[in-house]
């Protein structure tokens, strides 16, 4: 079976990218992507000071935000990047299938997220970050129970997911935003792409879980973006879309040339290296 037609429909995400979050933290998306363009995507990376052959290094073409991202709230905490080219998959570079409104996500129990981000307790000083990527199992949480007063107090919106443990310890950080948040497949030897590492308060902290944007939310919004699906209201404002120069959007094909790879056998989670790079700092309020 190949990775993105699992039964229930799938979106092949190539060569667009998803991606995570919101261009700086505190800060408005129109003002501080311009960087964005600039940076570079290293995919399938592990130890950040010593890149193999196995590295495939991209510029990205647009970086699109979502419209209605709001940094104060982290309401629609999501961007797609789309890359010069098409990724080639590898045993060190996977997809995982974003799923659509049929998976249901809260009974998916083997759950990772990693990221080079900030390790220890607090984000203050010495500040330590990774060089081997790290990755931790998580539970996913209850959205509700999560949102609680002595939780997260009514901050959270219904395209969040919650992930971690009710006691804390084990926790994405500042610096492992945009990064994933994977699950097992129930049966199938395959990971849903099931969110993306948005935000926290502190780090690890008890009753503080990392929040992460759902990635089956925004499906639609994926797949608008994409040129897969119309757009619901093509009056609608347009998308803040960073283009890079003499670039133009291609024309919606539904006959990609680009063949989905085999999907994994083990390595899957490498796959997610990406960008992490480009992420530095960019879990927003983890403060
Ligand atoms: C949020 O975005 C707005 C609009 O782009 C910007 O003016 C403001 O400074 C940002 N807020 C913070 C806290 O950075
Ligand atoms: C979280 O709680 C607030 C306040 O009760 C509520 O407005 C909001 O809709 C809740 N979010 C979710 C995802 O239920």
């Given at each position: 079976m190949g990775c993105c037609s699992p039964p229930g429909a799938m979106v092949l995400l190539l060569p667009l990218v998803v991606l995570l979050a919101a261009?700086?933290?505190?800060?408005?998306?129109?003002?501080?992507?311009?960087?964005v363009l600039e940076s570079r995507v290293v995919i399938g990376a592990n130890d950040l000071t010593h890149l193999g052959q196995e590295v495939e290094v991209h510029t990205i073409r647009r970086a699109i935000l979502h419209e209605y991202f709001n940094n104060k709230t982290m309401i629609n905490d999501i961007a797609l990047l789309e890359l010069d080219r098409p990724v080639h998959c590898s045993y060190y570079i996977q997809l995982a299938c974003v799923p659509d409104a049929s998976l249901r996500v809260s009974e998916l129990t083997d759950c990772y997220v990693s990221g080079w981000g900030h390790m220890g307790m607090r984000s203050a000083a010495p500040v330590q970050t990774a060089e081997v990527l790290q990755e931790a199992k998580v539970h996913l949480l209850n959205l509700n129970l999560c949102n609680s007063s002595h939780w997260?107090?009514?901050?959270?919106?219904?395209h969040n997911v919650c992930a971690g443990?009710?006691?804390?310890?084990?926790d994405t950080c500042q610096g492992?935003?945009?990064?994933p948040l994977m699950c097992k497949d129930k049966t199938a030897d395959y990971f849903w792409l099931i969110g993306v590492t948005s935000w926290g308060r502190g780090c690890g902290r008890i009753q503080q879980p990392g929040v992460y944007a759902s990635t089956q939310y925004f499906r639609n919004w994926i797949l608008v973006q994409m040129g897969l699906l119309p757009a619901e209201a093509p009056t609608s404002t347009p998308y803040p879309v960073y283009v890079s120069t003499s670039y133009q959007r291609p024309k919606?094909?539904?006959?990609?040339?680009f063949r989905p790879c085999p999907f994994p056998r083990q390595k899957v989670l490498d796959f997610f290296n990406l960008l992490q790079e480009l992420l530095q700092g960019l879990r927003g309020k983890k403060a």
């Open positions: 261009c700086r933290p505190g800060h408005g998306y129109s003002s501080n992507c311009d960087y997260y107090a009514g901050v959270l919106h219904t443990y009710p006691q804390g310890g084990i492992d935003s945009g990064g919606p094909t539904y006959s990609s040339p």
